[in-house]
């Protein structure tokens, strides 16, 4: 190719529709910017959904939706400079039209099907042919499940082909190494890190800030390693000896919840008098090193799992009556601050084991990193990204796939059965490996106790 401009292929799409879904991450206008800048400039309209499947799912029958109000019109001559900055362009939301669709029958249920049904008759009414979804595991298992529906479709009816860009700065995603706005989030959260541990030093004391990353902690141990942390615990690191059960608790009334047979309903829960005996041994082997101060990450996956008498001594008494726990027990995250309490539990355990006292300040950090301005590389990634949806859509005909890239940024599509777990129709989730060499780096960059 050279220095060849691409050659636009023959294709039946005219018109695509793009959406971005859950969170923001840094990055996300690199991805839509360049997938926008490839389709219109080969002829083809694209439609930014605003605010992700907002106005889709709530369509009906009669319906029409509006430049502005459910979606802009997105063209390479007005896209310039807009690939490097935050923020999302065409706006997110986490309406999810799959959400009822749990096993493949519930793809011809039409009390399951009845969402997604109107995603499709308002991607009819706008003449689609192609809808392009940025998003995390969810919004990947959405994107497989409207592919999966119009297959029960008649033979005669359109389908809207389909293609899924990975979006978390989580990292939690089977079938790439790295998500755009990963490192950009590390970038942030590193130098927070840093600049804890400057403050630490200075005043002989401890941090323990509880970092972004529920069922994965990439983004926590990422963040410890660049910041220079002196311990950092994912979920991943909970072992089997540290794992208990208690009786679900209704936060509200006090009372045990049950099931239809009268028995107790349990949740696993964390020892954390363990986890913090192990926290207590770096603090240990730092004091041995002269070094009374330090900062320690943990995932804020930890806070699922707290026992409820920890959860109450975590959050105000207004804010516990008022945790409801989904179906498997876990308890929102983002309510939970629980690394002061973390934080005073290690100093007690350090006081007993030699006699010092060091004090424990605990922070919480997150949404802040989630519109930070886009590294180089993550601009990169994501407009390789945005390219490749245009490249799996036209140059290539495919859908049904994942774009995905490996090695030197070179383009791949797996997939959507490849990253399905079909039986449940749930995406796959990636905790990170303890005994991969990226989780073991941390190791090797703490104190050794």
Not at 281 to 289: F, K
Not at 319 to 330: A, R, W
């Amino acid at each position: 190719m050279s220095l060849n401009t691409p050659i636009v292929p023959q294709t039946n799409i005219k018109k695509v529709a793009m959406l971005f879904s859950g969170g923001p991450a840094p990055a996300a206008n690199s991805v839509i910017c360049s997938a926008a800048i490839c389709f219109s400039r080969a002829g083809i309209e694209v439609y930014g959904m605003k605010n992700g499947y907002t106005s889709l799912a709530d369509y009906k029958d009669g319906d029409v939706l509006v430049e502005g109000k459910d979606y802009l019109k997105l063209n390479y001559k007005d896209l310039e400079g807009c690939r490097s900055e935050g923020g999302i362009i065409i706006g997110s939301a986490r309406v999810n039209p799959g959400k009822l669709m749990k096993t493949p029958a519930d793809l011809t249920n039409p009390e399951t099907n009845a969402p997604m049904q109107r995603v499709y008759k308002a991607l009819m009414s706008m003449g689609i042919d192609a809808l392009i979804s940025i998003g995390g595991d969810d919004t990947l298992t959405t994107a497989a499940k409207f592919k999966l529906y119009q297959d029960t479709l008649p033979a005669d009816a359109k389908r809207i082909k389909v293609v899924h860009l990975p979006k978390t700065i989580d990292n939690d995603y089977k079938g790439i190494d790295f998500t755009f706005g990963y490192f950009s989030a590390v970038d942030l959260l590193a130098t927070q890190m840093r600049n804890l541990l400057a403050d630490a030093k200075a005043t002989n004391c401890y941090y323990v800030a509880q970092l972004m990353g529920r069922a994965a902690a990439w983004l926590s141990y990422g963040a410890c390693i660049a910041g220079e942390a002196s311990l950092v615990v994912g979920l991943e690191d909970i072992i089997p000896e540290w794992w208990m059960e208690e009786d679900q608790i209704d936060t509200a009334t006090g009372e045990t919840i049950k099931d239809a047979n009268g028995n107790a309903l349990k949740r696993k829960v964390i020892n954390i008098q363990a986890l913090c005996e192990r926290m207590a041994d770096t603090v240990c082997a730092r004091l041995e090193e002269g070094k009374p101060y330090g900062t320690i990450g943990v995932a804020e996956g930890i806070g699922e799992y707290l026992p409820m008498e920890e959860l109450k001594r975590c959050v105000s008494e207004d804010e516990y009556k008022n945790l409801k726990p989904d179906t498997f027990g876990h308890y929102p995250v983002s309510q939970l601050k629980f690394s002061s309490r973390l934080g005073r539990i290690v100093a007690d355990i350090v006081n007993k084991r030699v006699g010092k006292k060091i004090k424990f300040s605990g922070l919480q950090f997150g949404y802040e990193v989630r519109c930070h301005r886009p590294t180089a590389f993550d601009i990169i990634l994501g407009s390789q990204l945005g390219t490749g949806a245009y490249r799996a859509l036209v140059e290539k005909g495919i859908d049904g796939v994942m774009v995905s890239v490996t090695g030197q940024l070179d383009l791949v599509f797996p997939k959507f059965e490849d990253l399905i777990a079909m039986e449940k129709l749930r995406a796959y989730q990636r905790p990170i490996d303890p005994n991969e060499a990226f989780h073991q780096l941390a190791r090797y960059m703490e104190s050794w106790k």
